[in-house]
């Protein structure tokens, strides 16, 4: 029997409340524990799932019956891998995500753009998959470097139970360890690279297919 908690540990506005406060809508951010759907932001108009089908079919999203659920993956199933052999720490993964599953965040930008309402974004532990999405979604509101770095690393605090039970079952601990790496310098290496290769996040928005109408619907 799976029990519930009353809380999800690791939800908050992308980027923080002041971020978005004179928005239309919010985007929040979240891992899916098994909770009740009283955890969640009320009245969500699409909770927006990154993981894998295989993940989804595994462990279903609380809110999966509901007709805000959208199964939007953001690894692209015709890739051969999910990040090059030779991206170990997790910055240089992230760096070949945006190349590699260019198609999965654009599928999940274009989700976002087309919600008229809150939405909410998750994966598994809401802190990788989650937290390109919502590095580039904040730093296209106007975010700075350093506060996307500290909203990413936010997901440290959330995540250290859950972190300590998979390091305690883990048969490399190590590579655990470095997959568990929640510090601010990995995403803003992230988005400088973004800069740095396609001029803004903007630019690389549009390079992955987004629309200039559904970029300013973002």
Known sequence: ?????????????????ALQADRPRT??????????????PADLAAVID?????????????????GAY??????DPAAEVESAADAVELEDQYIDWLDRHRSGIAAALRAIAATDGDVLVCCSAGKDR???VSALLARHWG????????????????????????????????ATANAQRCVPEIMTTVIDHVERRWGSVDGYVRAIGLTDEEIAAL
């Not at 799976?2 to 809380?7: D, F, G, K």
């Not at 929040?28 to 009283?38: K, L, S, T, W, Y």
């Not at 959208?70 to 690894?75: A, D, Q, T």
């Open 50 to 66: 990154l993981r894998r089908i295989d993940e989804t079919n595994a462990v279903p999203h609380p809110l999966a019956t509901t």
């Open 130 to 132: 989650t937290g390109i």
């Open 27 to 40: 985007v929040f951010r979240a891992n899916p524990e098994p909770v009740g759907a009283e955890a969640y």
């Open 1 to 17: 029997m799976t029990t519930t908690s009353s809380a999800l540990t690791n939800l908050r506005p992308v980027g923080g409340p």
């Open 143 to 174: 975010d700075s470097l350093d506060a996307i770095g500290e909203d990413y690393a936010a997901s440290a605090a959330g995540l250290v139970d859950r972190f300590a039970r998979e390091r305690a079952v883990s048969a490399d601990p190590e």
């Open 70 to 75: 959208r199964s939007v993956p953001l690894f």
